[in-house]
């Protein structure tokens, strides 16, 4: 039955967009205009592509996204049985979030963590 | 307390036995009838919201805010809506096209399956899976793909710096609001949400968890602050230096899908924090006072859910409309420096207290 619902939300919230552009684009008026699709760039015409190298800063704070998202993946299933699992469990998920800590205090160590 | 299972039995009920529907009937129009019902409260809340926010920042800044439109204002937000349905949708020249239209699709997608995810009221509750947690974590991740595809198939260079902002900062602040939220997990020994409420019947958990649910829930707060890029956390779209920030050049109702979804992400950021800490829909209880715990369960469960939310989104606007903006770099160290070894050493905590 959830499972089902997720697909109606789905199709809902797809109904909801499809409508909305439909409904504009049949009411709305348009007009055509040489400088009306020139992308905004306080009044001057652009120059060039927007679609440059970019700074390799947001790379770095991606990369450490990834292990932290996985990890937090991980901890999900233990946070959900940890209290039956004594402190057995507690010791085998300590190393875990341990190996964790050493490498944000290894990227901090780095200057990974700072904007340059 | 009224329970929302009796009207979904009856509608069940009636369809099945007294219309005499056969199986597919009855769950095709039960399913329309869902997609509706959390359709209109979607649009609804958002429309509240808008005008909400309108008129308190307003009032924070000694102004009066919209009060020409209907009675103190009140009909302003739909005729906005009327406006915004009639405006032109404008494509833009050299940009990815197919990329372009499809972002909105992603937001909206996004903060839909969340919507629908939350417990609303005693047995009001539409998706309820047993990775309730995880889920809402992953489906509310779908928002930074149509913000960083929005950016980047623009063809705009405010718009690509917008979406590159968003995309750090919402990837950052999303593994302290995941790690707050782990930490009412552990307590509560359940993902699925309609558990987690009702474990917090004799108490909620930011009473019973005591200090480390506190330190969660003020983390959570700052996470999801930031995630719905309001707040001191606005930067992907700070209109002073990059105009709108990665929705410049989406015009129209496509800009209207944008604006909805960030109030309707404010909207769900403080739901799933009245569930979490808060309690849910769970009523007030103080261990010892019958009496008042009496009175306290004859107050509807929607009213307990929805006026604890409002509590969490007048807190928003109150930070977004106090605090000055955040710069990128202190953004990150926020998040990277102070909040995230702050949630990992309260995990560990909460994990060692739990156990012994």
Not at chain 1, 10 to 18: G, K, S
Not at chain 1, 83 to 112: E, P, T
Not at chain 2, 188 to 207: K, N, P, R, Y
Request: proline share 3%.
């Amino acid at each position: 039955m959830n499972e089902s619902f997720l697909i109606v939300a789905l199709v809902t919230a797809m109904v909801l967009v499809i409508a909305g552009s439909v409904i504009a684009l049949i009411i709305a008026p348009k007009t055509q205009n040489e400088q009306k699709g020139e992308p905004y760039e306080c009044g001057v015409l652009t120059r060039g592509t927007s679609w440059l190298p970019f700074r390799v800063g947001y790379y770095l704070f991606a990369i450490l996204f990834l292990m932290f998202d996985v990890e937090t993946v991980y901890l999900f299933p233990w946070a959900v049985v940890m209290q039956s699992m004594g402190v057995q469990g507690l010791a085998v998920v300590g190393l875990f979030l341990a190996i964790l800590a050493l490498g944000l205090a290894y990227a901090w160590k780095k200057g990974a963590l700072e904007w340059k | 307390m009224f329970d929302f299972k009796i009207v979904t039995s009856w509608i069940d009920n009636l369809l099945r036995v007294d219309l005499g529907l056969d199986n597919f009937w009855t769950l095709a129009i039960e399913f329309i009838l869902v997609g509706v019902a959390l359709l209109a409260a979607y649009a609804l809340i958002a429309l509240v919201l808008i005008y909400a926010e309108r008129k308190i920042c307003a009032f924070f800044q000694c102004r009066i805010g919209p009060d020409r439109v209907g009675k103190w204002g009140l009909i302003q937000v739909i005729a906005d809506m009327i406006k915004i349905l009639t405006k032109e949708i404008i494509p833009i020249k050299r940009s990815e096209k197919l990329l372009f239209f499809l972002a909105p699709f992603f937001v909206i997608i996004g903060s839909f399956l969340t919507f629908g995810a939350l417990p609303f009221a005693k047995g009001l509750h539409a998706i309820d899976f047993n990775i309730g947690v995880l889920y809402i974590l992953a489906v509310s991740s779908l928002g930074v793909i149509g913000i960083v595809l929005a950016g980047w198939s623009s063809n705009n260079k405010y718009s690509l710096i917008g979406a590159m902002r968003a995309g750090a900062q919402l990837i950052s602040y999303e593994i302290s609001a995941g790690l707050a939220l782990m930490t009412m997990v552990v307590l509560a020994g359940s993902m699925q949400l309609s558990t987690i409420v009702e474990s917090q019947a004799d108490g909620w958990f930011i009473f019973k968890g005591g200090i480390f649910a506190l330190v969660a829930f003020v983390i959570y707060l700052i996470a999801g602050h930031a995630e719905t890029n309001r707040g001191p956390f606005d930067l992907p779209e700070s209109e002073s230096e990059l105009t709108a920030g990665y929705h410049t050049e989406y015009s129209g109702i496509m800009f209207g899908f944008y604006y909805v979804a960030e109030y309707t992400n404010l909207f769900i950021i403080s739901a799933i924090a009245t569930t979490m800490f808060l309690g849910g829909w769970m009523p007030l209880h103080i261990p010892g006072l019958d009496g008042f715990n009496q009175v306290m369960d004859y107050i509807p469960s929607a009213v307990w859910f929805f006026g604890k939310c409002a509590f969490c989104i007048f807190l928003a606007l109150w930070v977004r409309w106090s605090y000055p903006r955040l710069r990128i770099d202190q953004l990150l160290k926020l998040e990277w420096k102070i909040l995230m070894p702050i949630s990992l050493i309260n995990i560990a905590a909460v994990a060692v207290a739990v156990t012994i």
